[in-house]
């Protein structure tokens, strides 16, 4: 399609209140092997304005800039190398960052809940048959389930686990998980919700249907005496529910509510979040879980389109603990993404991706609404403190620095876990010796009190290596599948079939020493869909 005729093609969708048609050329790098190629190369994860923001070219699992995503930051490095690693120029470029006593990595996962990922590029590649040309490793660890205990109440666990990478001498692999405790749906405080409903014109067809889904599923897990708002809006907001008192699950006049509403006219995404904080300040109560549950798919079109803008008022909500969660809704060729995560990463909530019922059900069931709404932890920052000679080979989450202030802390969860993974290599005169010992710190505040928290935990190579690992083969399972959307992209279709080989080959090993889990024989499924495309 030519760039007028597509242009032509926008003015009439936005006319006729329907989606803009997906044009593949428009971010079409001319990298790969033929039209028919279903590389999706967005290239709206460029964020030039932002080194630091991990979703730009600058991701720490990607390019030959600093692991935490910055590649003009200043770690005090007395070798004057900003570069934490680089896990494509060997072993010796990597050990040259080596030190001769230990050295303290302060890492982020992103918020616990942050998982719209993994479902958007699901749902690209099974729907569309279109690949992403990224997808984020930290928020697939966060959207599949993993089986760790639950911490004691008020507190937080530390659990590493740690195996030898095969054919690396020194190298290893591993997983550290902050886990929090556990909440019961029904041991859950009463909530304050206030809906802000993107009812605009991009909402059409499957976008409506799944925000009318998302409020039934939320609505099925609400009790008795929790207080709902609702804001819609698409030209400019309007409040159509102001303090409802719910009198049990599956409230009627919730869910009608929702099914009556309609879309049509522009995205004034700003005004819509800016009425539901101020419907959220008004009936702000202590003692319950103030909330500002954002649904759109992401367009802002009408009045203050910048996610900083729009943000303000979701950082000003924090202050009166009111979070925000986010939730996208298709269509996805067009949904923004960017948008929509940056939103809810500064309204410090979580973020989902909804595109089918079933999904909306299984996200917002009771039994996981406290993950999704409720907060275990608050600034929750690990520091990780190695052995002289151990570096960092490879970070695969959102943030990693040298001094605190470089890493964003972040908020757990309860019922749920925050997930590091990365690799080290020992570069030490000892190499392979299993006596090397690590030190993992969690400084976090409690919810509660406000009270500062501190929780720590010291193991050898030795007593992680001889430890379990189960947890660990998923996770390195899902970082493959999802780092394979980027990796995949340079390579010609025979070597991507060759690479999609190698992880299902991984996918089915997990797979049968964890005994079929369901989560990993979703990936198997899509993995195969997915092989089918390079014969």
């Keep these: 399609m030519h760039r007028f005729s597509f242009l032509i093609a926008i003015l009439f969708a936005f006319a006729a209140c329907t989606p803009p048609p997906f044009d593949p050329q428009i ?87 942050s998982q719209a990922d993994a479902a958007l590029v699901r749902q690209l590649l099974l729907d569309h048959g279109v690949v992403a040309s990224s997808a984020k490793p930290w928020e697939f660890l966060n959207y ?11 507190t937080v666990s530390i659990v590493p686990q740690m195996a030898e990478i095969p ?18 749906a029904g041991d859950r405080p009463p909530m304050n919700l206030v809906f802000s409903l993107d009812t605009s014109c991009s909402m059409g067809g499957n976008g409506i249907d799944m925000l009318r889904a998302s409020v039934a599923a939320i609505t099925n897990s609400l009790q008795a005496g929790d207080v709902v708002s609702m804001v819609n809006w698409s030209n400019t907001p309007s409040v159509i529910l102001d303090a409802h008192e719910v009198v049990g699950p599956g409230d009627p006049t919730l869910t009608d509510l929702a099914d009556s509403l309609d879309n049509d006219g522009g995205t004034n995404l700003d005004a819509g979040l800016e009425a539901a904080y101020e419907l959220a300040e008004a009936n702000f109560a202590e003692g319950r879980t103030n909330r500002v549950v954002l649904i759109s798919d992401g367009g802002a079109n009408l009045g203050a389109t910048s996610a900083d803008l729009i943000a303000e008022h979701a950082i000003a909500g924090e202050g009166d603990s009111i979070y925000l969660v986010g939730i996208g809704t298709p269509n996805a060729l067009n949904y923004n993404h960017e948008l929509m995560d940056e939103l809810t990463d500064l309204g410090r909530g979580a973020y989902f991706y909804i595109d089918s019922a079933a999904e909306a059900e299984e996200r917002f069931a009771a039994d996981r609404l406290p993950s999704a709404f409720e907060l275990a932890a ?34 757990l969860a309860p019922n749920d876990q925050m997930l590091y993974s990365l690799d080290l290599l020992d570069c030490s005169a000892d190499a392979d010796s299993i006596d090397h010992e690590l030190t993992f710190v969690v400084e976090w505040t409690h919810p509660a009190t406000g009270a500062a928290m501190v929780d720590s935990l010291t193991v050898s190579v030795a007593e992680l290596l001889a430890g379990p690992r189960a947890e660990l083969d998923k996770a ?41 889990d369901p989560d990993l024989d979703e990936v198997l499924a899509i993995l195969g869909t997915w092989r089918a495309m390079y014969p």
């Design 378 to 411: 608050l600034d929750v920052q690990l520091a990780v403190t190695l052995p002289p000679g151990f570096v960092v080979d490879e970070f695969r989450g959102e943030e990693i620095g040298d001094t605190p202030s470089e890493v964003t802390p972040q908020h």
């Design 167 to 184: 054919d690396e001498p020194g190298a290893y692999e591993m997983l550290i998980a902050v886990a929090s405790p556990a909440m019961p």
């Design 144 to 154: 599949y389930d993993f089986a760790y205990d639950r911490a004691e109440a008020g």
């Design 476 to 516: 390195s399972t899902l970082v493959a599948y999802a780092q394979a959307f980027e990796a995949m992209g340079p390579l010609t279709n025979a070597e991507r079939g060759a690479h999609l080989d190698a992880i299902i080959e991984q996918a089915t090993s997990a797979s049968v020493t964890l005994s079929g």
């Design 27 to 113: 971010n079409d790098t001319g990298d790969d092997e033929d039209e028919d190629d279903p590389y999706y190369t967005d290239d709206d994860d460029d964020d030039d304005d932002d080194d630091d923001d991990v979703s730009d070219d600058d991701d720490a699992s990607s390019d030959d800039d600093d692991a935490a995503g910055d590649d003009d930051d200043d770690d005090g490095d007395p070798k004057g190398d900003d570069d934490i690693d680089d896990p494509v120029d060997g072993e010796d470029d990597v050990c040259a960052d080596a030190f001769e006593t230990v050295q303290t990595k302060f890492m982020s996962a992103d918020d616990s809940n």
